[in-house]
């Protein structure tokens, strides 16, 4: 069965970087699909933020496309997020996620909550 | 970016109710539409996609339909374990986009 879980830092200081890695086991993140990153805010809105593809293509959400970057370790069967010069506002729950046609987010990960507070 | 428009934010529905969740996209998104349900500190879970194609393991009670611009999400009859927050999300162009959600409780 497809697993993915999120691991990292909880608390993140303004202006410092955000870094989360989501571990997959269960299918190898080189076979096929494309592995994402969502937010979901304080308040339920859910933001895409973007993925790293099969073959490491990536693609951002232009809201973030400044700040972010996603990239993977495919001999750990691993992809990160990274986001840059955090403020307030990127407090959220981040999840990772696997898509692919027809099915979009499928499996997903339980989530790691982060606070960006000094 | 394709804006989706989701309604009614909350709803309250007693057991075996029929309850109806709409999505309204800002563009045609050509039936590449899926539904989500969030229940209370767990991930979401995919309900519906490509507009009324049911995932595997999701109870018959759950059907979408649709296509253009308008979506809904039907639940006949209501269960105690259908409660939880639910989603759409447009899938037809980058940046992928979700409603503002629709909080589903029992009365």
């Known amino acids: 069965e497809v697993q993915l879980q999120e691991s990292g830092p909880g608390l993140v200081k303004p202006s410092q970087s955000l870094s989360l890695t989501c571990s997959v086991t269960?299918?190898?993140?080189?076979?096929?699909?494309?592995w994402n990153w969502i937010r979901k805010f304080p308040g339920n809105k859910l933001e895409w933020m973007g993925y790293i593809n099969s073959a490491g293509s990536t693609n951002y959400n232009p809201s973030l496309k400044s700040r972010i970057s996603i990239t993977r370790d495919t001999s750990k069967n691993q992809f990160f997020l990274q986001v840059n010069s955090v403020t307030t506002e990127d407090t959220a729950t981040y999840y990772c996620?696997?898509?692919?046609?027809?099915?979009?987010?499928?499996?997903w990960g339980q989530g790691v909550m982060v606070t960006v507070s000094s | 970016d394709i804006q989706m428009t989701q309604s009614p934010p909350s709803l309250s529905a007693s057991l075996g109710e029929t309850v109806s969740i709409e999505c309204r996209a800002s563009?045609?998104?050509?039936?590449?539409l899926a539904w989500y349900q969030q229940k209370s500190g767990k991930s979401p879970q995919l309900l519906i996609y490509?507009?009324?194609s049911l995932q595997d393991g999701v109870p018959s009670r759950f059907s979408g339909s649709g296509s253009g611009t308008q979506y809904s999400l039907k639940i006949s009859g209501m269960q105690p374990e259908d409660e939880g927050v639910y989603y759409c999300l447009q899938g037809s162009k980058y940046p992928l986009t979700f409603g503002s959600g629709t909080k589903l409780e029992i009365k």
């Open positions: 563009e045609d998104i050509y039936s590449n």
């Open positions: 269960g299918y190898s993140i080189t076979s096929s699909y494309r």
């Open positions: 490509y507009a009324s």
């Open positions: 996620a696997r898509s692919g046609r027809p099915k979009p987010f499928d499996y």
